[in-house]
């Protein structure tokens, strides 16, 4: 039993059906990110960017295991700078469209995000300031992905993040890269 080592023999799907990797394939993604916490002023959303890498593990169900770590970094005018670094594990079900793959990946874990506050003090009363936060999150993405047969492939991704804790940071990220 266990999630590791995949079973030996793999069934190949049909088209439109349920694909399952035969060995671990990495990923490494980049693009862009528009970021919130519930502390932001003056605006609703930063823009910068962002950065995912991971891996995608074969188990013995019809879902890979997926953990990966995620980077968000967002500035505005007036507004302050975000950077949100993420760590956590996902499953991910796969399926062929074509010559491509499509998934969609469910996860979760904690991070560490650094973001503007508003702060009181006697000296300069209320002012923003950056502070770090640890915060649990869930991760919906979605993507796709070539290389049907598992060999290298470009991957096309969109992420929507939702942090809790103190701030409860939020992101939407756009990204592209290769997964091999």
Excluded: C, K
Excluded at 21 to 38: E, K, Q, R, Y
């Amino acid at each position: 039993g266990g999630l590791w080592p995949p079973p030996r023999q793999r069934v190949v799907a049909d088209e439109g059906g349920a694909w399952q990797p035969d060995a671990p394939h990495a990923f490494v993604l980049g693009g862009n990110s528009w970021t919130t916490t519930s502390s932001l002023v003056n605006a609703w959303f930063l823009h910068g960017g962002a950065a995912s890498l991971g891996v995608e593990l074969p188990t013995r169900w019809r879902f890979a295991l997926v953990p990966r770590i995620g980077v968000d970094a967002g500035t505005g005018l007036n507004a302050g700078t975000i950077w949100w670094g993420r760590l956590g594990a996902g499953a991910r079900l796969t399926h062929r469209l074509g010559g491509l793959l499509r998934y969609g990946e469910l996860a979760a874990g904690m991070s560490v995000i650094d973001a503007p506050v508003q702060a009181y003090d006697p000296v300069r009363y209320w002012h923003n300031e950056q502070r770090a936060f640890g915060a649990p999150f869930v991760q919906a993405t979605g993507g796709l992905r070539g290389g049907a047969a598992g060999g290298h492939g470009a991957v096309l991704e969109i992420g929507f993040t939702v942090g809790g804790g103190a701030v409860r940071p939020d992101a939407i990220d756009v990204l592209a890269g290769i997964a091999f």
